[in-house]
C-alpha cells in the first residue's frame, strides 16, 4: 500500500475525525489530544498545523491516495536542546500493522535530517504501548531508558520510555 506525506489542508477535518475519534488511540497520546474527537477539534488541529512555523515544527499529513489516515510531527526542541527534535505521530486503527507508520517515521526523520542541523530526534512512547515501541524500534530508534511514573494519564501514573535516533 502506497502511502505518502503532505502539508494539512482544511478540506481533510471530515476524513480524519473517524480515524481520530478512537479511544485506543486517545488513550495513548498526551491528553492535548482530544477524546472524544470532534469536527471542531480536527479543524483546531489542521488550522494549527497550516500556521504554525514551519522550521520549527513539521507537522504533516499521511495519506493513501491522498486521502488523510494519520498524522506524524517532529518539533524542534530549543535553547540548549536546539540540535533535538520530538517526534509524535498516531494512525487511524484500520492501517495499523502494515509498515507505514515505520515508513512514515523514516521519512519524516530523513527530511529532518536532511533538511536541518538536527543531530538527535528522540519519541517518548508509554511503556506500555507495545504497537508504538515496536514501530519506532523498526524504523532504527534505540531505547535510551524508561521513566518511572513519568505520565499520568486517565487517573494513573504510568511510565515512559525514551528513544533516540542520532545522526
Same mark, same amino acid.
Given at each position: 500500500?502506497?502511502?505518502?506525506?503532505? $502539508?494539512?489542508?482544511?478540506?481533510?477535518?471530515?476524513?480524519?475525525?473517524? *480515524?481520530?475519534?478512537?479511544? #485506543?488511540?486517545?488513550?495513548?497520546?498526551?491528553?492535548?489530544?482530544?477524546?472524544?474527537?470532534?469536527?471542531?477539534? =480536527? %479543524?483546531?488541529?489542521?488550522?494549527?498545523?497550516? %500556521?504554525?512555523?514551519?522550521?520549527? %515544527?513539521?507537522? #504533516? &499529513?499521511?495519506?493513501?491516495?491522498? =486521502?488523510?489516515?494519520?498524522?506524524?510531527?517532529?518539533?524542534?526542541? $530549543?535553547?540548549?536542546?536546539?540540535?533535538?527534535?520530538? *517526534?509524535?505521530?498516531?494512525?487511524? $486503527?484500520?492501517?495499523?500493522?502494515?509498515?507505514?507508520?515505520?515508513?512514515?517515521? #523514516?521519512?519524516?526523520?530523513?527530511? =529532518?535530517?536532511?533538511?536541518?542541523?538536527?543531530?538527535?530526534?528522540? &519519541?517518548?512512547?508509554?511503556?506500555?504501548?507495545?504497537? &508504538?515501541?515496536?514501530?519506532?524500534?523498526?524504523?532504527?530508534? %534505540? *531505547?535510551?531508558?524508561?521513566?518511572?511514573?513519568?505520565?499520568?494519564?486517565?487517573? #494513573?501514573?504510568?511510565?515512559?520510555?525514551?528513544?533516540?535516533?542520532?545522526?
Amino acid at each position: 500500500m502506497e502511502f505518502g506525506l503532505r $502539508e494539512w489542508k482544511l478540506s481533510d477535518a471530515e476524513n480524519i475525525v473517524p *480515524l481520530a475519534n478512537n479511544e #485506543k488511540i486517545a488513550g495513548n497520546l498526551r491528553n492535548t489530544f482530544p477524546y472524544p474527537y470532534t469536527l471542531d477539534d =480536527a %479543524h483546531l488541529f489542521i488550522t494549527k498545523s497550516i %500556521h504554525q512555523n514551519k522550521r520549527r %515544527h513539521l507537522n #504533516k &499529513a499521511i495519506t493513501i491516495d491522498d =486521502a488523510p489516515i494519520g498524522a506524524i510531527s517532529l518539533l524542534m526542541q $530549543e535553547d540548549v536542546s536546539c540540535k533535538s527534535g520530538e *517526534l509524535g505521530f498516531w494512525l487511524g $486503527e484500520p492501517y495499523w500493522g502494515q509498515g507505514i507508520m515505520t515508513g512514515s517515521i #523514516k521519512q519524516i526523520c530523513e527530511k =529532518a535530517f536532511d533538511e536541518s542541523d538536527l543531530v538527535r530526534i528522540y &519519541a517518548r512512547p508509554f511503556a506500555d504501548n507495545q504497537k &508504538a515501541r515496536r514501530t519506532i524500534e523498526k524504523a532504527g530508534f %534505540h *531505547l535510551e531508558g524508561v521513566f518511572q511514573k513519568s505520565i499520568y494519564k486517565n487517573g #494513573k501514573l504510568q511510565d515512559s520510555c525514551m528513544y533516540a535516533l542520532t545522526r
